[in-house]
């Protein structure tokens, strides 16, 4: 009997691509030997602004699924939304978010002003024409509306309210492309939500440690922690799935707001959920990810396997979130 086909859609790497970019590789290598496990043949496709190119071989493969693991078009997060677009016009069940809750969760933005009608807390947040409403006494960090990976973000990105040769600086930023955000100095969780025939399941919660920081240097998950293996950052910021007693109800609090994330968003497949807890110990959330990294090192599927998946389990789960319609 022939093997049904799933398709890999990946973003068409640039001519130099930078480590986060070159990660896909890897992703679609483990996942293409899951779906052998699985009895699926994959295909893989690339994915560009040439949308031509992209609908015309998908035609021709029909595949019983697509694995979309798209993550920029063209160098940029503004675009990504054109492979769950292009997939819907095709009518192909394809895994992960979905059209609209991809376009809302991609922008940090509109993440932020629908996580405020859900009433689910987050940090505050500003546009860069409101630099005016900044407080002297408080700490910000400028973020990228739509870049993921942390791209452009380090600690040299958080600032004072009342520095005013940088809040000068970051004045002239696009408004399109870059916000303002209330630092939260504190812990760092991420909670992993894997779909599937029985619904959504939260993974054990991960925090971000922050060793050795020395004093005055400022506790941020940016590019170097996730990307630069020879950096500081990265060899610092160990993953623990590892609490004490003291932290349970925190941790149920942080299970409870990553479904709500789930539910209020319409989110299907595979997602991380990003929080700060402030010294007070108030949880915010910061960032929504859908279809996040699954490469073997990567935190969710460390998080799935200490939940005791493998990872051809995390995909079949996948499959069938993509298959119920």
């Not at 991809?102 to 933005?109: D, V």
Request: negative net charge; hydrophobic residues 35%; charged residues 25%.
């Amino acid at each position: 009997m022939k093997k049904p086909v799933a398709a890999l859609l990946y973003n068409k790497l640039s001519e130099k691509p930078k480590e986060d970019e070159m990660d896909v590789i890897r992703q679609m290598q483990h996942i293409s030997r899951a779906l052998n496990k699985l009895e699926y043949t994959s295909y893989r496709i690339p994915f560009s602004i040439d949308l031509e190119d992209a609908i015309k071989t998908l035609k021709k493969v029909n595949p019983a699924v697509v694995f979309n693991l798209v993550e920029m078009v063209e160098g940029t997060g503004k675009l990504l939304y054109f492979g769950p677009s292009i997939l819907d016009y095709l009518h192909l069940p394809y895994t992960g978010v979905q059209l609209e809750a991809m376009f809302l969760t991609t922008s940090k933005i509109l993440t932020k002003k629908q996580l405020k009608l859900l009433n689910i807390n987050t940090s505050g947040f500003y546009m860069i024409d409101e630099l005016d409403q900044l407080e002297p006494d408080r700490m910000y960090i400028v973020k990228p509306i739509w870049e993921d990976g942390s791209l452009g973000l380090d600690e040299h990105c958080i600032f004072s309210g009342d520095d005013k040769a940088y809040i000068e600086k970051i004045r002239n930023y696009h408004r399109n492309s870059f916000f303002i955000e209330d630092y939260i100095d504190g812990r760092e969780f991420n909670l992993s939500i894997l779909g599937g025939k029985e619904g959504p399941q939260v993974m054990p919660p991960a925090e971000i440690l922050f060793v050795d920081y020395p004093e005055g240097k400022h506790r941020i998950v940016g590019y170097n922690a996730k990307w630069t293996e020879e950096s500081f950052e990265y060899n610092h910021t160990p993953r623990t799935f590892r609490y004490s007693r003291n932290d349970d109800a925190l941790l149920e609090q942080l299970k409870m707001m990553a479904l709500q994330c789930w539910h209020g968003f319409d989110l299907k497949g595979y997602v991380r959920v990003d929080f700060r807890v402030d010294k007070e110990g108030t949880p915010y959330v910061l960032e929504i990810n859908g279809n996040p990294c699954i490469s073997p090192e990567s935190g969710y599927v460390a998080a799935t396997k200490r939940a005791g998946l493998k990872f051809h389990q995390v995909i079949e789960r996948i499959i069938e979130d993509a298959l119920d319609n």
